[in-house]
């Protein structure tokens, strides 16, 4: 499976951006699409899931009421809305796909795809 995000940028604090990720190739499969982030120096972090199937959401608490995690299944496309942006939130962030894999633990919990990171700016 192949993942293309686009709209990172610059942005002052208290805006807003909309990254998107668009699924191609061998999407079945899917269990999970979401977003994790990695700020200078430190570990990549989860930012917000959505399942696939059933559309069960799962956010950070640093990003609970601001970022909203949604998806079109007919495009294989995951959106992250993001608003009330903050300085903290400035980081690299990677789009991710869970997709079953081959043995009973991957068929479960997926293995991991990473799509490019997008950078996102959030300036005070």
């Known amino acids: 499976v192949q993942l293309q995000a686009s709209g990172g940028g610059l942005v002052q604090a208290g805006g807003s951006l909309r990254l998107s990720c668009a699924a191609s190739g061998s999407v079945f499969g899917i269990i999970t699409m979401g977003w994790y982030r990695q700020a200078p120096e430190k570990e990549r972090e989860l930012v917000a899931t959505?399942?696939?199937?059933?559309?069960?959401?799962n956010y950070a608490d640093s990003v609970k009421g601001r970022f909203t995690i949604s998806r079109d299944d007919a495009k294989n496309i995951v959106y992250l809305q993001m608003n009330s942006l903050k300085p903290e939130d400035t980081a690299v962030y990677y789009c991710n796909v869970k997709k079953q894999g081959s043995t009973w633990q991957e068929k479960i919990y997926g293995v991991d795809h990473w799509g490019k990171g997008t950078q996102v700016t959030v300036s005070s």
């Open positions: 959505i399942n696939k199937s059933s559309a069960v959401t």
